[in-house]
């Protein structure tokens, strides 16, 4: 089955840096990746997803980038704000699989 | 408006008790999941059900059972209580099962077991 690995655990950044985080798949038949923003106390927030016919996506300071043939993608976080301290997730579900597998999570943090 | 609402949010009980969460949701969607997040943050699925029928039930203890009355609903009770079963449990769901379905998230429900 599908195995996600997500680095790093944590991360700090300053304010106004950018932020990358990455993750790597094992099931080539992959084909839709989301990346997923847990606040504290709340529930995983879908921030951005992308879909293996795609390289690239971006949404305003968030980007994900995708390759295929390394089976990798990245979370890109530009021009941090404190807001944006949280725990992401990445995630991956094969073609015709019915579930998500998630990474380990990384607990980013904002410095101001 | 709550699009995925779920109760309690904290729930502390005794080993040995049985309990139960309730999911509800507003959205309309016709699948709905249940998953387990443990002291590590570690985030995995438990249950999916697509318009009430079962569809995903991983590796998880005869002593969960999952109970969907409707597409709005999806209960999850927990007989004979364990340590271990201390954890955040998310409630879930999406328009369908297909593989690039957003799912949306419940605030989670907290259960203690002492």
């Known amino acids: 089955g599908e195995n996600v690995e997500q680095h790093p655990s944590t991360l700090s950044v300053q304010e106004g840096d950018s932020a990358v985080i990455k993750c790597t798949y094992s099931?080539?038949?992959?084909?839709?990746f989301p990346w997923y923003k847990q606040e504290l106390g709340k529930g995983p927030q879908l921030i951005i997803d992308?879909?293996?016919?795609?390289g690239e996506k971006k949404d305003q300071r968030i980007a994900v980038t995708l390759n295929k043939t390394a089976k990798h993608f990245s979370l890109h976080i530009t021009e941090t704000q404190p807001e944006d301290s949280a725990v992401y997730f990445c995630a991956a579900r094969g073609q015709g699989a019915q579930k998500l597998v998630f990474g380990q999570g990384t607990r980013l943090t904002i410095n101001p | 408006d709550t699009a995925v609402s779920q109760t309690p949010k904290y729930l502390v009980t005794q080993m040995g008790n049985d309990k139960s969460i309730k999911c509800e949701q507003n959205?309309?969607?016709?699948?709905m999941y249940w998953y387990k997040q443990d002291s590590k943050k570690f985030l995995k699925i438990m249950f999916s059900?697509?318009?009430?029928?079962?569809?995903i039930n991983e590796t998880v203890p005869n002593r969960f059972s999952p109970k969907s009355p409707d597409k709005a609903h999806l209960n999850l009770h927990i007989n004979s209580l364990e340590l271990g079963d201390s954890a955040v449990y998310f409630c879930?769901?999406?328009?369908?099962?297909?593989?690039?379905?957003?799912?949306?998230f419940g605030p989670g429900t907290r259960l203690l077991v002492l």
């Open positions: 959205l309309g969607h016709d699948t």
């Open positions: 099931d080539s038949a992959s084909n839709y």
């Open positions: 879930a769901s999406s328009q369908g099962p297909t593989s690039w379905e957003t799912q949306y």
């Open positions: 992308i879909r293996s016919n795609v």
């Open positions: 059900y697509n318009n009430k029928e079962l569809i």
